[in-house]
């Protein structure tokens, strides 16, 4: 998601911070700012583009005047967009009314349209789209600036109205020297240095001057000025927290100590369920409430198919969602290759809706078949994870992932993300038809409990790399699987081939004895998905077809499983869960183990040869 930094202490703020920015760009973002306290008064600037862009443009007003900049408190943010398109206005600090309080955040308001309206009925003028702006509205709301009035008490007031997650930075012209943090549900960091500290939403930007850090943990602000800092409950009861040393160097710490980011993303999947639902999984009523399609739910009620168009790990999870469209929602879904699609002359029909799946929102195969498709009429939906990207922005309607940034080239946590998204969006579409609240209410709670059952999955690691190292040395692989684990038997392959360069085919399980299987000999083994469901017991015939030619076989099934455990070489087992929410769970451990193969091979994990993160170009 975003980037925060800030500093107070004895030196001079803005090196500091923009330095800070730098190194929090990997994050992915596409706008940042700064607001410094200079000399009495505030200055602030904001740009749409790289921290290079926001260094050249503080630069100039150094030259010209506009900036003193002998400034010892500020802060900085980098955005990486979730509402509102990436624009100046929409970059932060955010500040009230009145220019006198500056604020940062990492983390998503759910109820900021509620309170927006509020605001705006009190007289509030907004002036930008963001949830963010609404924080430094409440807090000068409860900020009266009245002598004896903190700062630190207007932020404890404001967080108690609000729903969702949030790690902010403020200071205020009418409550100087000080800058105070707050968190809930995203990282916050104090850097403590001698009489200065640095604040940020992530190690990188602090090691560079301390490794000595104390992490805020949830509900809790941090009150730091010159002379020292203290830590205290929302409820303002003081908390006494150690510091911890970091021991990771700068390149480690951006991966959280992780070697990869794509290891980094793989143990993001609970996060990414979360965070792909939060706001929007109806559990008392067996819904979901999206936000970003609701300006077509009239159309959407009455679409009679839908088209599916993607590429790569998003064509493989719109393969899943169509599964779940039919069964759920049931609406017929063709699902094309993006790539292929204007290239066969599609027909349309009354009631047709294209809906296009994709991480970047800016994959040119994708984003022609859009445009094809509008340009007929067609209503075209959006799956992306990519706030502001050309194609979230060319759908009538969408839904963010609300992934946060996927830095890693070969996608993991955008399919976890995809098929989270995939799963509200047939809760919404099939409540609206058939799907009755008995089975809805089930679906939402499953979901509801799927991050848990995903950090069990990933607690399997060490055991699937230990598999991955008696299967190093192969150079063919077959993936398997059926309905709902058929595409993600696909994935799997993909991600095999995508960062280790083992040839690696995926099919249908049932396809197998239509060719395939005479590749299956001691040298060509199979990774079988076989979880409890309504195809077990005819994939469990294939693992036999695939022994009895001497085939190795690699299973994942559902703990308890003695069957599989006694016909497969290797098992891996996954908690139980509904057949239509398999995926995000058995995905897990083909990550896991594409990565811990192609780090045996001395692969480039996070950046495969030949491979862009977005391939632009048609
Ligand atoms: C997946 O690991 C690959 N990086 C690639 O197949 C990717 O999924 C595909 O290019 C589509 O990208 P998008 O989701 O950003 O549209």
């Known amino acids: 998601m975003c980037g925060i930094v800030g500093y107070i202490g004895k030196q001079s703020a803005l090196p500091i911070i923009l330095d800070g920015l730098k190194r929090l760009e990997y994050r992915g973002y596409d706008s940042g700012g700064i607001a410094i306290l200079d000399e009495d008064a505030s200055y602030q600037k904001k740009v749409v583009g790289r921290i290079r862009d926001l260094e050249q443009a503080v630069q100039e007003d ?121 968190r809930r549900g995203s990282p916050l960091l104090i850097g403590v240095g001698e009489g200065e500290y640095i604040i940020a939403s992530d190690a990188s930007a602090i090691i560079k001057h301390t490794k000595q850090v104390v992490y805020l943990h949830d509900n809790e602000i941090g009150i730091l000025k010159p002379d020292g800092y203290t830590i205290t409950t929302l409820d303002r009861e003081p908390v006494e927290r150690a510091i911890d040393q970091i021991e990771w160097d700068i390149e480690e710490s951006q991966k959280d100590g992780f070697p990869h980011f794509m290891l980094k993303e793989i143990f993001e999947a609970p996060q990414v369920i979360e965070n792909s639902s939060r706001g929007r999984l109806l559990l008392e009523e067996g819904n979901a409430k999206l936000g970003g399609i609701e300006a077509v739910a009239d159309k959407l009620r009455a679409v009679r198919r839908i088209i599916i168009a993607a590429c790569g790990t998003s064509y493989y999870a719109a393969l899943i969602g169509r599964y779940m469209l039919e069964e759920y929602a049931g609406i017929p879904v063709v699902v094309e290759h993006a790539s292929e699609f204007r290239y066969h002359k599609p027909i349309f029909q009354e009631g047709d809706a294209l809906l296009v799946v994709s991480q970047s ?22 799956i992306v994870n990519v706030v502001g990207s050309t194609i979230a922005r060319e759908t009538d309607a969408g839904i963010y992932n609300h992934a946060g940034p996927e830095i890693a080239v070969a996608s993991t946590k955008a399919f976890v993300s995809q098929l989270t998204v995939l799963t509200l969006l047939s809760l919404w579409l099939g409540r609206q038809h058939n799907l009755s609240f008995v089975f809805g209410t089930r679906i939402a709670k499953e979901l509801a409990l799927l991050p848990q059952k995903a950090a069990r999955v990933l607690a399997l690691e060490p055991a699937i790399a230990a598999i991955a190292k008696t299967y190093a040395d192969t150079e063919h692989f077959l993936y398997l699987g059926r309905k709902y684990n058929w595409p993600a038997a696909m994935e799997g392959a993909l991600k095999l081939k995508e960062i280790s360069y083992i040839h690696a085919e995926g099919y249908p399980a049932g396809e197998m004895k239509h060719g395939p299987i005479a590749l299956i000999n001691e040298r060509c083994p199979s990774f079988v998905l076989a979880p409890s469901d309504s195809v077990y017991e005819k994939v469990l015939s294939n693992i036999e077809e695939i022994r009895a030619r001497g085939g190795r076989v690699i299973a994942i099934g559902t703990e308890g499983d003695r069957r599989l ?23 897990l451990p083909l990550y896991l183990f594409a990565y811990h193969i192609a780090v045996l091979r001395g692969c480039d994990v996070d950046k495969p040869r030949n491979l862009a993160k977005s391939v632009t170009v048609e």
């Open 565 to 587: 455990a006694s016909l497969a070489d290797d098992c891996i087992f996954i908690p139980r869960t509904l057949e239509m929410l398999s995926p995000l769970l058995t995905a």
């Open 62 to 182: 150094l030259r010209s005047g506009k900036l003193k900049g002998q400034t010892t408190l500020g802060i900085g943010h980098t955005r990486w967009a979730t509402h509102g398109t990436p624009t100046t206005a929409n970059a932060h600090p955010h500040t009230d009314c009145h220019s006198r309080i500056f604020l940062v955040h990492n983390g998503i308001i759910e109820n900021h349209a509620f309170i927006r309206s509020a605001l705006e009925r009190e007289g509030h003028r907004f002036s930008s789209q963001t949830d963010t702006e609404v924080l430094a509205h409440l807090i000068e709301q409860h900020f009266s600036g009245e002598p004896g009035t903190t700062l630190e008490h207007a932020i404890a007031q404001t967080a108690h109205h609000i729903k969702g997650t949030f790690g902010i930075a403020v200071f205020a012209l009418d409550d100087p020297d000080k800058i105070v943090v707050a």
């Open 361 to 382: 929102g800016e994959t040119a195969d994708t984003l022609e078949a859009l445009r094809e498709a509008k340009a007929k009429g067609v209503l075209t939906l959006g």
